[in-house]
Nanobody, 124 residues
Framework: QMQLVESGGGLVRPGESLKVSCEVS????????IGWFRQAPGKEREIVSC?????SAQYADAVKGRFTVSREKHRVYLQMDSLKPADTATYYC????????????????????WGQGTQVTVSS
């Protein structure tokens, strides 16, 4: 069983930055890709970004150029810059066992283990 715990959410103003983190424990994290997802009230949970164990990463179009994902052995970060009210959501990290030579998946249904989420609110 792999455990993921998000932290670092909060309330920020439009244009500000916030960094959320995901602590990963359990199975060998280097065998897993980690995804960041978000879910706003009344909306489907959507992909934000993902990163594989070789640090290759992908981003949703809505966050490209503003968000940056990075990882250490047991922690994955999502640096969020130039935040907008539309970024308001609960942010979740999730993991899936994934080959290191393949790009991490952007498909929500492939992810197996999920954290409980951290709330990010962007409001003036």
């Amino acid at each position: 069983q792999m455990q993921l715990v998000e932290s670092g959410g909060g309330l920020v103003r439009p244009g500000e930055s916030l960094k959320v983190s995901c602590e990963v424990s359990g199975y060998a994290p280097e065998d897993y890709a980690i995804g960041w997802f978000r879910q706003a009230p009344g909306k489907e949970r959507e992909i934000v970004s993902c990163i594989n164990s070789d640090n290759s990463a992908q981003y949703a179009d809505a966050v490209k150029g503003r968000f940056t994902v990075s990882r250490e052995k047991h922690r994955v970060y999502l640096q969020m810059d130039s935040l907008k009210p539309a970024d308001t959501a609960t942010y979740y990290c999730a993991s899936v066992r994934w080959p290191v030579q393949s790009m991490c998946p952007l498909t929500k249904g492939l992810y197996i283990y999920w954290g409980q989420g951290t709330q990010v609110t962007v409001s003036s």
